[in-house]
């Protein structure tokens, strides 16, 4: 017995040593996992002189192609690969590898590798610690600032590129429909107009440095919590004019080469396999001829249904799109192998025309972390933040010997947003504490941090300051991508219509009011110092109705990158005039917002949300959509047009003036609102076609003028399935805010 014994414990040993060392190949390799390069070598194709011979060529890589060749060209990485190189980075080290995709070693096709990046490169090079961070794409919105959002996607192209990435699964342009929303920091705002301009600023800035943009989700995508089994329904209408626009413009005009379906289902089909989405309107009525690829994990249910709806790549791993599963498709004739030749076909085309461009050598290490990238940093985070309320407090005076207050929990917390896909890793993040004492020590000042969590040390330092800086709102724990993996678990929330066992990080806001201690840190310090700044850190509206009303100045300041501190000190001591303005509307009641639950598995979206349900139910505000303040003030004149009658087909052209009437120069958003009041259909009382942001010296006069096209004044009959254009009087409106206040008015006719 005791031989018995000692030769089963020499066994056990000994299969310990062999998983142990198992383990730590696979470890080891996993980390240091095999780079390749993501161009082709032209001594391999020299049939192929300029970018028109790739077709051809993909053609015939198709006809050299096995079976199981094609099919691995249609998704990530095979399971146990994808597996185990992303959980020992991505779990382990806390490091987003490169995946991978499409690599043919044998037929000489080069892969290539998906890098988030709202707002900075998400995969890093084996030897890279950092990139440059900047604030979310909300606050972008914020500025109104479309130059900027081309800028600032060149850097984050630049630095995928050094970073040996080449296909950007970013720019995120779903609508804001709900504040609660979870993601809502990655996208623009709630008008499918500014969703639209800004998302095409985020493709040029992204293919400008030969990086494949992805512009996502399509379609419908803004809940998080129940993001993998809820269904939305839509009318045609609300489709057509509300939720798809904005996608159409970045297709149609950004020619991004690819774009990424959502997890939820539209109308009973799931988006992975929705032929309406991919096919019908996406390829054969916009004229898309790029690659469509899956949101990650759960992005395709059915992979015969994906091949006849137009899905090309599954993400991240071979799931549905199995040999076993497409080969049976082929033999009982639900799809043809050349339904799978045209997919594979059409990827390669896209891709191989960045794979034959030579220029690595234009991107290297040395491109990352540039000092004019961190200096666009500060600036996209300067001029992304609104000031909503201001009364006779800022900008701070810049003497010297006060005391200064910086109170809060978030008042010294390294937070840039979201922890799931959209996370980066900065080289440092300037808190709202770091940038004011920084900025204060070279004015000899005393900057005092205190947490807020003992009320009356805070209340006590509030008194005694010369202005108190209260920092509250959220983290990547409270709002953002939802780190719920498990399905089945999803749906039971979803089914429950209630959270069912334990919340994860991230996820939708399930009340649109600040934390309870936010609030009652506020309402216990708002009246002790006449000289207080609430700043919000957050991603999207909140209920501000317990204590606007007390403070005596409210500051947006967003998830503001690694540089957000120093641009929060520079506006609060005007060194920046504020002048970012809402790209959302702040409900003065919660209930008023479009009903949304964060936990089902249906729900209907309507053709009315933001400032158009407010608008057009007169519903009370807070705040109003393109709205907020300056250091300065403007005044707004002659409102001009060039004609008062235009063609259906035709465009007009329109001006206004602007005179800085203070002593501070600053820069100001004119917008463009068109009114519907005359139409024989139900429409929005106005909707966002255009605006300018322009820099006015004091007592300057500048005039802007902004054209429109009759095209994006139509609506959508589904009845005959077409754009009509109505023959009518239209309101014209010009101004600082969508509220007609203030807005300046004239008419024009289509006749």
Excluded at 286 to 304: A, K, N, P, Q, R
Excluded at 375 to 395: F, Q, S
Aim: proline share 4%.
């Amino acid at each position: 017995m005791k031989k018995i014994i000692l030769k089963t414990l020499k066994i056990i040993g000994i299969l310990v040593l062999v998983l142990v060392a198992a383990g730590t190949i696979v470890y080891y390799n996993s980390v240091n996992y095999k780079m390749y390069s993501l161009h082709v070598n032209p001594e391999d194709f020299p049939e192929v002189k300029t970018k028109d011979d790739i077709p051809e060529l993909a053609k015939n890589l198709v006809e050299q192609m096995t079976f199981e060749e094609k099919i691995d060209q249609m998704y990530g990485n095979k399971k146990l690969k994808f597996g185990a190189v992303f959980g020992v980075n991505g779990v382990i080290n806390k490091r987003f590898p490169h995946i991978y995709v499409g690599l043919n070693e044998r037929l000489h096709i080069p892969p290539w590798v998906l890098s988030d990046g709202p707002r900075g490169s998400r995969v890093m090079d084996q030897d890279v610690n950092a990139v440059t961070t900047f604030p979310v794409a909300m606050s972008r919105g914020a500025s109104w600032d479309i130059d900027l959002e081309k800028r600032i996607n060149e850097v984050i192209a630049t630095e995928m590129r050094a970073n040996k990435t080449n296909y950007a699964a970013t720019p995120c342009i779903n609508l804001l429909r709900h504040p609660g929303w979870g993601r809502a920091q990655e996208t623009y705002g709630e008008d499918p107009w500014l969703l639209g301009e800004f998302g095409l600023a985020s493709v040029e800035g992204i293919e400008k440095h030969n990086v494949m943009a992805c512009p996502k989700h399509f379609a419908l995508n803004s809940i998080e919590n129940s993001r993998f089994v809820v269904d939305v329904s839509v009318d045609e209408r609300a489709l057509r004019e509300v939720y798809l626009p904005h996608f159409k413009k970045v297709i149609q005009k950004g020619k991004p080469a690819s774009i990424m379906s959502a997890y939820n289902s539209v109308n009973g089909e799931f988006c992975g396999n929705n032929k309406t989405l991919l096919t019908d309107i996406l390829r054969d009525e916009w004229g898309f001829e790029g690659i469509v690829s899956t949101d990650w994990v759960y992005g395709l249910y059915d992979g015969v249904a994906g091949v006849k709806a137009g899905l090309d790549v599954e993400m991240p791993m071979q799931d549905e799109y199995s040999y076993k599963t497409l080969r049976k498709g082929v033999d009982n004739g639900e799809i043809s192998e050349k339904d799978i030749d045209k997919i594979v076909t059409r990827t390669l085309i896209t891709r191989l025309k960045y794979a034959f461009i030579q220029d690595s050598d234009k991107y290297l290490k040395s491109a990352i972390l540039k000092q004019s990238s961190i200096d666009l940093a500060r600036e996209a985070a300067e001029k992304g933040m609104v000031l909503l309320k201001n009364e006779n407090v800022l900008p701070f005076e810049k003497s010297k010997n006060k005391k200064i207050a910086i109170i809060g929990s978030l008042a010294d917390v390294e937070n840039t947003g979201d922890g799931g896909s959209s996370d980066c890793a900065p080289p440092y993040v300037i808190t709202p504490y770091q940038g004011i004492k920084k900025y204060n020590e070279a004015l000899g000042n005393e900057v005092i941090l205190n947490d807020g969590k003992d009320l009356e040390s805070a209340k006590k330092l509030a008194q005694e300051a010369d202005e108190v800086v209260i920092v509250v709102g959220y983290t990547n724990l409270d709002e953002g991508e939802y780190l719920q993996f498990s399905r089945k678990n999803m749906l039971k929330s979803a089914e429950a219509g209630k959270l069912i066992g334990k919340k994860d990080d991230g996820g939708d806001r399930l009340d649109l009011k600040l934390k309870s201690k936010d609030e009652q840190l506020i309402t216990a310090i708002v009246g002790l110092n006449k000289n207080t700044v609430v700043t919000y850190v957050g991603s999207s509206a909140i209920d501000m109705s317990a204590w606007q009303d007390k403070a005596p100045a409210i500051l947006f300041t967003w998830y503001a990158g690694m540089e957000g501190g120093n641009a929060l000190a520079n506006l609060l001591y005007g060194d920046v005039n504020p002048s970012g303005k809402l790209p959302f509307t702040i409900a003065k009641n919660q209930e008023d917002y479009p009903p949304f639950n964060a936990y089902t598995n249906k729900i209907t979206y309507g053709y009315y949300h933001g400032y158009t349900l407010f608008e057009k139910e007169n519903k009370p505000i807070s705040y109003p959509f393109g709205y907020g303040l300056s250091y300065t003030t403007y005044a707004y004149s002659n409102i001009q047009i060039d004609t008062t009658q235009i063609a259906v087909n035709g465009n007009l052209k329109t001006s206004i003036d602007i005179k800085n009437i203070g002593v501070k120069g600053g820069e100001e958003i004119v917008q463009l609102y068109i009114g519907f009041k005359n139409s024989g259909v139900d429409r929005p009382v106005k909707l966002l076609r255009g605006f300018k942001r322009i820099a006015i010296a004091p007592q300057e006069t500048k005039t802007v003028t902004i054209e429109i096209n009759t095209e994006d004044l139509a609506w959508y009959d589904p009845s005959l399935k077409k754009w009509k254009i109505e023959a009518m009087e239209y309101e014209l409106y010009m101004g600082a805010s969508s509220q007609e206040k203030d807005l300046l008015k004239t008419t024009f006719t289509i006749p």
